[in-house]
């Protein structure tokens, strides 16, 4: 059964940081694009950030860039986001997806490429 599992999510002042992961599981992910999205109350699903299987080619939601980093660890099956400077309006539910198209570039940022998701952490920034 193919799992994706995001952790790291809480509670962060303006300002702080936060590290997610997400652990896959039920296949192997080293050869698939994983990406971030995240949905605020009341709004749609939105991309956040993408990494290419083979992690040299990354894209980023202009919200985010040069705050938000995301990484992958191929041996370990996970990828990471970090996430510094965080704002208000970076609060969220927070998901983890993978795509098998090997998509790089602005292709990654394309929801409908994505083929496995997971259940989201919550992520909450006070003012």
């Known amino acids: 059964q193919v799992q994706l599992v995001e952790s790291g999510g809480g509670l962060v002042e303006a300002g702080g940081s936060l590290r997610l992961s997400c652990a896959a599981s039920g296949r192997t992910f080293s050869s698939d694009a994983m990406g971030w999205f995240r949905q605020a109350p009341g709004k749609e699903r939105e991309f956040v950030a993408a990494?290419?299987?083979?992690?040299?080619?990354?894209y980023y939601a202009d919200s985010v860039k040069a705050r938000f980093t995301i990484s992958r660890d191929n041996a370990k099956n996970t990828v990471y986001l970090q996430m510094n400077s965080l704002k208000p309006e970076d609060t969220a539910v927070y998901y983890c997806?993978?795509?098998?198209?090997?998509?790089?570039?602005?292709?990654?940022?394309?929801?409908?490429?994505?083929?496995?998701w997971g259940q989201g952490t919550q992520v909450t920034v006070s003012s």
């Open positions: 997806a993978a795509d098998r198209h090997r998509s790089t570039g602005q292709a990654m940022g394309v929801m409908t490429r994505y083929d496995y």
């Open positions: 990494i290419s299987w083979s992690g040299f080619s990354t």
